[in-house]
């Protein structure tokens, strides 16, 4: 496998990215890490023309309790003891991203933009050509679901779910200037799975925003993946929120790894408000979330096997963060 040559576009500032943007609509794409795009584009997948980096817009960066800048290292979030007391669930979910490499590498913003995984899609050029390619690239059907529409690849980030368990905004920048968004709402949830995200053309993500509310809260993020010290999440479950034994004051749960979308069961949670959080009500609640997901058969793990694994991830996150870190 070998990169096919494109044009490196070097920005300084935010404006002269979004300028640049809006000049090569349609045929470039943002390159923060790398660490996902640049094995992509050796498999072919998607390719542009353009490449447009971000590691020299200083916008982008910079990190504090309530603000991660896009272009910030996992790695080094990993390491601030001010960001892991504040975000029990946020500090799980990025010691389990990939490994240490790939995180001295990865950013916040290429995580919540990480491509969806599917095994007839994240192969070589040669392997899918010999298969008919797919709609996610290059081809007009499913594998997986055989039919024209829709794309249900897995979405494959952890960050995102921890993220919404913070309640968390995304801070977007494009040529309509600059607007925020729940990191919900980053995802098309209605799309067909190929167009995965809500962005308008051109729009960067220039940062996550933490709301002061979260910081502080409990939380545990748990993931299932085929080898620890590696894999992409076949379920990742976070859990955050305040409670003592007799109450609940909040509590959010996400899911991701299972559907094209990490998924937030507000509809849920947001009835034992005030209650306690004992068993009976940690048991239902997992299978009931359980219930409501659907995998597919495009991960290593069988679709069974992981819709069994959800109410088990989410009992065990809620447990721990019930037991384990302090208020
Ligand atoms: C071996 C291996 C294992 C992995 N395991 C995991 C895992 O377990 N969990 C996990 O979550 N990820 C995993 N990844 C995927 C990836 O490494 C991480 O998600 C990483 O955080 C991506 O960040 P990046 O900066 O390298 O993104 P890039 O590869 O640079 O970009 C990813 C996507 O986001 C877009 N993008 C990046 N930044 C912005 C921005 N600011 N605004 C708009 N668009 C942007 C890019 O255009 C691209 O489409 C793995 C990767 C590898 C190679
Ligand atoms: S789910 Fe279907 S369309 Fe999507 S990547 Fe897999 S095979 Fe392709």
């Known amino acids: 496998m070998h990169l096919d040559p494109f044009e490196l576009h070097q920005p300084t500032s935010l404006d002269a990215t979004v300028g640049l943007a809006t000049e090569l609509a349609g045929k470039f794409d943002y390159l923060a890490g790398g660490t996902d795009?640049?094995?992509?584009?050796?498999?072919?997948?998607?390719?542009?023309?353009?490449l447009i980096a971000l590691d020299l817009v200083p916008?982008?960066?910079?990190?504090?309790?309530?603000?991660?800048?896009?272009?910030?290292?996992?790695?080094?979030?990993?390491?601030?003891?001010?960001?892991?007391?504040?975000?029990?669930?946020?500090?799980?979910?990025?010691?389990?991203?990939?490994?240490?490499?790939?995180?001295?590498?990865?950013?916040?913003?290429?995580?919540?933009?990480v491509e969806t995984r599917c095994f007839f899609f994240n192969q070589s050029y040669f392997w899918?050509?010999?298969?008919?390619?797919?709609?996610?690239?290059?081809?007009?059907?499913?594998?997986?679901?055989?039919?024209?529409e829709r794309c249900y690849a897995t979405f494959s980030g952890d960050l995102a779910p921890a993220l919404m368990a913070l309640d968390a905004e995304v801070e977007l920048a494009g040529a309509g200037g600059r607007r925020r968004v729940p990191v919900g709402g980053l995802y098309d949830a209605a799309g067909d799975g190929i167009r995965r995200t809500t962005l308008r053309p051109g729009e960067i993500v220039v940062a996550v925003h933490l709301p002061?509310?979260?910081?502080?809260?409990?939380?545990?993020?748990?993931?299932?993946?085929?080898?620890?010290?590696?894999?992409?999440?076949?379920?990742?479950?976070?859990?955050?929120?305040?409670?003592?034994?007799?109450?609940?004051?909040?509590?959010?749960?996400?899911?991701?790894?299972?559907?094209?979308?990490p998924r937030r069961f507000d509809e849920l949670t947001d009835p034992l408000i005030g209650g306690p959080l004992d068993d009976e009500r940690v048991n239902g609640l997992a299978e009931e979330i359980g219930r409501r997901l659907r995998p597919v058969h495009n991960t290593f793990l069988l679709p069974d096997y992981?819709?069994?694994?959800?109410?088990?991830?989410?009992?065990?996150?809620?447990r721990e963060a019930r037991e384990g870190n302090a208020a």
């Open 37 to 50: 795009l640049l094995p992509n584009y050796k498999m072919h997948l998607n390719l542009r023309p353009h």
């Open 59 to 113: 916008e982008l960066k910079g990190r504090s309790v309530g603000r991660l800048g896009a272009m910030e290292r996992l790695a080094d979030l990993e390491q601030d003891a001010a960001l892991r007391r504040a975000y029990p669930v946020l500090d799980d979910a990025l010691r389990e991203v990939a490994t240490p490499l790939v995180r001295a590498s990865g950013t916040v913003g290429g995580n919540l933009l």
């Open 128 to 148: 899918r050509a010999s298969l008919g390619f797919c709609l996610k690239a290059d081809g007009d059907r499913c594998h997986v679901v055989p039919q024209k």
């Open 212 to 261: 002061p509310s979260a910081e502080g809260s409990r939380g545990r993020y748990k993931k299932l993946r085929v080898r620890p010290s590696y894999d992409f999440p076949e379920l990742g479950v976070a859990v955050a929120g305040r409670w003592t034994r007799e109450r609940v004051d909040s509590l959010r749960i996400a899911v991701g790894g299972v559907e094209t979308y």
């Open 306 to 318: 992981r819709k069994r694994m959800i109410p088990v991830f989410v009992r065990r996150a809620l």
